[in-house]
């Protein structure tokens, strides 16, 4: 059974950072692509970055590129997302996911991957 847990969230002002976290409990988290979505009140889920099992390759969303930065530590079954520049529109449920892949990054729709967490909140005020 593999177990997603994120924490990082909270309430920050537009302009500030935060980096979530997203633990994984698998027994090989390393073969696991994983990625972070968001979803705000009446929004329907959308991605935001994606990591490949080595961390080799990453994606963004257009909407955080340049602003945001995805990571794993395979020795910590961790993955961050540090959020920089947060804007108001940033507000939103984050949600880390995985699914079993060991090529490249999985995709952005989130029927792509098989795993989730309960999410943590992020409130950007203006």
């Known amino acids: 059974q593999v177990q997603l847990v994120e924490s990082g969230g909270g309430l920050v002002q537009a302009g500030g950072s935060l980096r979530l976290s997203c633990v994984v409990s698998?027994?090989?988290?390393?073969?696991?692509?994983m990625g972070w979505f968001r979803q705000a009140p009446g929004k329907e889920r959308e991605f935001v970055s994606a990591i490949s099992w080595s961390g080799g390759s990453t994606y963004y969303a257009d909407s955080v590129k340049g602003r945001f930065t995805i990571s794993r530590d395979n020795t910590k079954n961790t993955m961050y997302l540090q959020m920089n520049s947060l804007k108001p529109e940033d507000t939103a449920v984050y949600y880390c996911?995985?699914?079993?892949?060991?090529?490249?990054?999985?995709?952005?729709?989130?029927?792509?991957?098989?795993?989730w967490g309960q999410g943590t909140q992020v409130t950007v005020s203006s």
């Open positions: 996911a995985a699914v079993d892949r060991r090529t490249g990054v999985a995709g952005i729709s989130p029927s792509d991957y098989d795993y």
């Open positions: 698998a027994r090989t988290f390393r073969r696991y692509a």
